[in-house]
């Protein structure tokens, strides 16, 4: 039973860091129908930033959760930059033509961003510093939680509520709704939608740095290729949940941390090798497209005619 | 359509005179100027520690075989090449430096799964190579002008199933292996079946790929089952994570692992999560024997870094080419596999080096504990009965 709870805990914490990206992607495609393949790697470069904040502001020498906190927020808002960036540069010129020529751009902006960071700092990982003195509780049995897996849902926690308050409580929520209810019509009400749009892709940018950080605590290891598989997952999730739909994102992506857990946990019972836990996710965005293409929590969309 | 065809000639064009280039055929370098020997490792990639420290250990190596006059009076040039840890660029590069460079021998790889697909090419060009530090037994399989300087992982594996057995007195052991490394594989089914006949039992099996993030999954299956040890014969990059989410699920049993775990980076992944592990060896820094101080002390001075074992058996394999090509007198590649394959009694870093039959040196091991960011020497094993009749061939 304490196996059960231990998986469950190992599960969830991975999920909420799924969460936490495909947030992103599911927001800008909601306003955009564009599905940003860059977002994994804003989720590289916030752990990036991170690891450079804490040395530059010197708290890479040892634990400090002040160290923690400036190191998060900082990286959360220079990866926001980052996100508006490239949604500046790369997406907007291009957004006058069809979705497929930004779905490409998409894909070489991140590419692009992958190789930058190979080519500046080499493939070799890093070790991210410990702002956090880990220690671990025992929750009942043998069931322990860390320090670090508290850190991870507690932040995701807030932020998600945040972002849910920024969507449904402001002006620029409002905003952001109407914009994703129909983008021309925003426009005609009198909504500054470049920065509307903006402003999305900076809060998504946010969120995934922030899941860089936070991860980068529980497992130290950050390289230039380390927001692909993660990327994609989280992707997965979004889809899972219903592209588009924000607690579906979230959903999403605590059902595919657990699957993946479950199935390194358990999957050899049934003979399914643990190599596995990778496949997982994309079969299940296999049965999600062929099921219910509009995800769990997605509505169906009428195309126009 | 025309272009297409113009396209099409040039390919050919560019294919064949690849193909004329091969010809010439490597190994054959000309007797005067500079000896240019290849050498090839993860300098970029994700085990980019091991590729550095043996790039430095063979360097350092040369420097010193030229300081004292070269090879008959010829100096050795290293070149270097990049394979970024991955399996297909290793190939290319050997292919590079054989083709192209046509170097007389080369030195590398690290990792087993690397040398195992550049082997090929330098077995077919007959261009000798040396790996200083891969373990896995089918390396040296591959051909006869593939040789080793190192122990061979049927004796890693039994090194550390000895000293669980015997030493720290286990019953009871899992495993945690990386499923796509010869390596890794190799090591889990030699300490398997030594650890067994010990009268050991292995409890679990957990895999894991190279690049994974989370292990937690694997390490809560292994603590319902309550192991004495964890045996985790992978490389420092996952290993160190692998420590401290061990350490995060509160898992007591020490952590067993091997050479692949000698590098700086595993201290900065693990960090304390890592002390009470033991690991196996191919030399320890702390061995008070004059050649291997002298060694630590002028490898410190020249990279200012405390050298690891890659370090240690880089510098061994250039030491043993250089050797083999002042006996052979030659550079021609079947003159100098035959060289190479005498190598006896060669007085290594790492221990006395004589070139088996099957072109894998016979060396003890050493078994070291993590302390405090440092390796602490416990205990010798030496090469058995089992291992033994192989030298004898």
Redesign the interface.
Known sequence: M??FV??LI??L??GAIYALIALGYTMVYGILRLINFAHGDIYMVGAFVGYFLAFQLGFATGPSLLGLGIVLIGSMVIAGLVGMAVERFAYRPVRKYSRMTTLITAIGVSLLIENLF?ARL??????FP?LLR?Q?Y?LFG?A?I?K??ILIFTVSILLMLLLQWIIFKTRVGTAMRAVSFNLNSAKLMGINTDAIISITFALGSALAAAGGVL?AQ????I?PL?GI??GLKAFVAAVLGGIGNVPGAVLGGLMIGLA??????YG?NIGL???F?DAVAFAILILVLLFRPTGLLGTTVQEKV | MKRIGIALLVIAAFVFSLACERKGGAGNGTETGPIIVGYYGDL??????FGQSTKNGTEMAADEINKAGGINGRMIKILSEDD?GRPEKAATVVTKLIDQDKVIAVIGEVASGNTLAAAPKAQKANVPMISPSSTNPAVTQVGDYIFRVCFIDPFQGEVMAKFAANTLKAKNAAIMLD??SPYSRGLTEFFEKAFTKLGGKVVSK????Q????Y???L??I??LNPDVIYVPGYY?EV??IA??A????IKAPMLGGDGWDAP?LW??G?E?LNGAYMSNHYSVEDPSPAIQKFVNDYKTRYNIVPDALAALGYDAMKVLGDALKRSGSTNGPKLRDAIAGTKDFPGVTGVITINAERNAIKPAVVLKLQDNKYVYQETIKPDTEAAPAGGK
């Open positions: 304490d196996t231990q998986q190992n599960g914490t991975i190979v080499g493939a070799a990982p890093r070790a410990q880990e671990s025992t043998n322990a860390s670090s897996q991860t529980y497992n130290p290891q390289d380390m598989l993660t993946e857990t479950f199935v390194v946990g050899q090798p643990t190599t836990r | 970029t990639g994700r085990t980019s520690n970024e499923f796509n957990q895999s894991y790929t690049g994974d993030r989370d937690k999954g694997q809560t299956s603590r319902s990059g160190g994570v401290k989410q350490k995060q699920l509160d980076q900065e992944l960090g999560a």
